[in-house]
């Protein structure tokens, strides 16, 4: 076979598991295959969860590209007490709680920046706000780099809390990487600011600071992302005077996630794709340490899921689900290790997916020339 040959046909593959049916801000989702979690719904006991699952006809390392079935062939819901594990299936019904029409986490309302501009001099260290009446508040950012114009990927991240009366500035500095200022909006405009090296704020699009979502009740940010990335948002706990903590669970756009303000807690569900899926857990709590947990539910036991729906008897991981809700076979941190900020070692399909998806953007945007040759 020619290199050519195997370049087209390589580049068939990436634009049918990356590019087919663009749907969340310029990312597609991988084909479906095997079983998906395709959503996580709060309900009106806090800390349990409904998640969504589907079925697919094509396994994962079996699927005809030129004739991709998008419809699932099978669907079931789950019920996830996230603190214990506990897990109920369709054939426990009825459940310990039920779905809400409430609106909770990132459906609560958010502080309107579409009035609020800001803009500076080359050169310059202060810069100007505009959207307080008839008045242009001044502000000195200490160390800033405004070498460049602003843009996608040049200039200032901005944002105003209603709820304490401060706007936040997220800025390049001379000395460090980022730098970020929270200011007063009356008469002192008196600027704290913080140094941020181990943050990057590269892909969040500078150009968009009206899209930014303030969840003043949360306490919590969501930093919008340039485009065609596999993210949406960035989203950061922060207090009057800096962003605490950035919450990684909510930060792909191709997972299922939700929040519930009610017991301080962000939800994602990753995997499947004839991998593990687990609900992973964190706090949204304006503490800087990170509180993550997770559950898993293994390959074999969500394929006794849709054979138990089916008729297929099955062996239950622990009891039998008419006796007792059946837990879920993830049970010791030694046996399948908990997801935490300092454990790079662990990921989920999930974040492979992830990772596949933007360097395949990379290719298609940067070397599709080099593979028609």
């Given at each position: ?10 580049l068939r593959f990436a634009i049918a598991t990356c590019l087919v049916g ?35 006809e094509s396994e994962c390392d079996d699927v005809d590209f030129e004739n ?306």
């Open positions: 076979m020619s290199s050519s040959s195997i370049n087209h046909h390589f663009f749907s969340v801000h310029g990312c597609s989702p991988p084909v479906p295959c095997g079983i998906i979690a395709t959503d996580v719904l709060l309900t009106n006991v806090p800390n349990i969860v409904h998640v969504q699952l589907n079925a697919y991709v079935l998008y419809d699932p062939i099978d669907q079931e819901m789950l019920e996830i007490e996230v603190e214990t594990g506990v897990v109920r299936t369709e054939s426990d019904l009825p459940w310990v709680a039920n779905a809400t029409n409430e609106d909770h986490g990132l459906d609560l309302p958010t502080v309107n920046q579409e009035g609020y501009s800001a803009s500076y001099e080359l050169g310059s260290d202060q810069v100007s706000v505009s959207g307080f009446g008839n008045e242009t508040l001044v502000y000195t950012l200490s160390d800033f780099d405004s070498s460049q114009r602003p843009g996608m990927y040049e200039g200032l991240i901005y944002f105003y809390s209603e709820a304490m009366g401060r706007f936040f500035f997220v800025y390049p500095s001379i000395s460090s990487a980022y730098k970020m200022a929270s200011c007063t909006t009356d008469e002192s405009l008196i600027c704290s600011e913080k140094d941020y090296d181990a943050t990057d704020f590269f892909d969040v699009d500078k150009s968009a600071n009206h899209r930014i979502k303030v969840y003043d009740s949360l306490q919590l940010v969501g930093l919008p992302v340039v485009c065609c990335l596999c993210v949406e948002y960035h989203y950061f706990v922060f207090d009057e005077n800096s962003l605490v903590k950035k919450v990684e669970v909510l930060g792909n756009a191709l997972n299922p996630i939700a929040v519930d303000e009610r017991v301080g807690m962000a939800y994602g569900v990753r995997g499947g794709y004839d991998q593990y899926i687990s609900v992973i857990s964190e706090s949204i709590n304006v503490v800087e340490e990170v509180d993550i947990s997770e559950d898993i539910l293994s390959v074999d036991y969500l394929k006794q899921i849709f054979e138990a729906q089916a008729g297929v008897p099955t062996t239950p991981p622990i009891a039998s689900s008419t006796a007792s809700p059946v837990t879920s076979p993830v049970v010791s941190s030694t046996a399948s290790p908990v997801v935490s900020s300092t454990d790079s070692s662990v990921q989920s399909s999930g974040s492979l997916l992830f990772i596949w998806c933007e360097a395949v953007t990379f290719m298609i945007i940067f070397a599709v020339p080099f593979f028609v040759l």
